[in-house]
C-alpha cells in the first residue's frame, strides 16, 4: 500500500459533507480550509457576507468545494432556517464543527440578562439545535462526526468568565451527551479545546502586548495559538481514522492547560 493511500483510508474526507459555524473567521475558518482541502465539500455559516464570499472563494480558486450561508445563530428560527439552506447546498452534513460563537466580558456584578441570554443562545442552544437536526440523520447513514470549539474556560475561572465559561462547559456535556447518544451508530462527537489565539473575538487584547506576552508564556510551548493550529486536529476528529475516539475534550493548546 502506498503512503498516500494508508493516509487516505486514515484522513480522507473524499465524498464527505461538513459544516462549519464560524467558518469565515479565525479558528473557524481555519477549520474549514482544513476540511476542504481534505476532499469535504464544505458549507461556512456566520453572518458577514463579505467575510463568508471571500474564504468561500479563496478556496474554491485553490479547487475545493465550499459555499455558504450567511444566517444570525442567536435565534431559533434562523438556526433552523440556515441548516435548510446548508443542506439545499451540499446535502446532509456528515460533519458539523461548531465554532461560531461570542465572548462578552461585562465583569460578573453587570452581566445582565440580555448578556446572558445571547451568549448561551449562539455558544450552546445553536450547537444543540444544529446537533438535533443532523445528528439522527448521521446516525441512521451510520456515519457523522461533530465537533465542538469550546474553551479554557470550561474548565477553569479566568479573565471574567462569566457566561461564557458557563456556556462553554455546557458545550462539553453537550458533546458527551450526544457521543452518549450516537457514538454506537458511527457518529462521535469530540470538542477541541483551544488556548489562547489571537483572532476576532479578543482583538481587544492585541493592543495589550504585556498580557499577550504573559498568555503566551503561561504555554509549554512558548507561543499562543494560531487558527492553522487546530487544522490537523479537525481533519483528525472528522476523518475515519478517528471513529474509537469520542465524548472526549481534546486541548489544542501548547500545554497551556497543565502548566
Ligand atoms: N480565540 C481564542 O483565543 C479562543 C479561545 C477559546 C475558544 N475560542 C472559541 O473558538 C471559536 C471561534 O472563535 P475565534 O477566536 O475564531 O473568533 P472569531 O474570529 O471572532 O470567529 C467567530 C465566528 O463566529 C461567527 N459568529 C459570531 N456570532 C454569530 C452569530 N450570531 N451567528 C452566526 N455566526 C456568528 C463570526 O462571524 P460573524 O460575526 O460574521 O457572524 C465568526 O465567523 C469560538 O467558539 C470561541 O469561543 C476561541
Known amino acids: 500500500m502506498s503512503t498516500h493511500s494508508y493516509l487516505s483510508e486514515l484522513f480522507s474526507l473524499d465524498g464527505r459533507t461538513a459544516l462549519v459555524t464560524g467558518g469565515s473567521s479565525g479558528i473557524g475558518r481555519a477549520i474549514a480550509t482544513a476540511l476542504a482541502r481534505a476532499g469535504a465539500r464544505t458549507v461556512l455559516m456566520a453572518r458577514g457576507k463579505e467575510e463568508l464570499a471571500a474564504t468561500a472563494d479563496a478556496l474554491t480558486a485553490e479547487g475545493c468545494q465550499v459555499g455558504w450561508v450567511s444566517a444570525d445563530l442567536s435565534t431559533r428560527p434562523g438556526v433552523h432556517a440556515a ?3 446548508a443542506v439545499a447546498l451540499v446535502g446532509e452534513p456528515d460533519i458539523l464543527v461548531n465554532s461560531a460563537g461570542i465572548n462578552l466580558r461585562p465583569p460578573m456584578d453587570e452581566l445582565d ?3 446572558w441570554d445571547r451568549t448561551m443562545a449562539v455558544n450552546l442552544t445553536a450547537p444543540y439545535l444544529l446537533g438535533r437536526r443532523f445528528g439522527p440523520g448521521m446516525a441512521e447513514r451510520g456515519y457523522g462526526r461533530i465537533i465542538h470549539i469550546s474553551s479554557q474556560q470550561a474548565h477553569r475561572a479566568f479573565v471574567r468568565s462569566g457566561a461564557y ?3 462553554k462547559g455546557g458545550l462539553e456535556s453537550l458533546a458527551r451527551s450526544q457521543a452518549e447518544a450516537w457514538s454506537s ?3 462521535t462527537c469530540n470538542t477541541l479545546v483551544p488556548g489562547f489565539v489571537l483572532t476576532r473575538l479578543n482583538a ?3 493592543g495589550d502586548p ?3 506576552d504573559a498568555l503566551a ?3 509549554m510551548v512558548g507561543r499562543n495559538g494560531l487558527p492553522e493550529d487546530f487544522a490537523s486536529a479537525a481533519v483528525f476528529l472528522a476523518g475515519p481514522g478517528s471513529g474509537y475516539v469520542t465524548g472526549q475534550s481534546i486541548f489544542v493548546d501548547g500545554g497551556f492547560s497543565v502548566h
Request: glycine share 10%.
Open 83 to 85: 441548516a435548510e439552506e
Open 165 to 167: 465559561g458557563v456556556s
Open 204 to 206: 481587544r487584547l492585541a
Open 217 to 219: 508564556a503561561r504555554t
Open 185 to 187: 451508530a458511527g457518529v
Open 113 to 115: 440578562e440580555e448578556v
Open 210 to 212: 504585556a498580557t499577550v
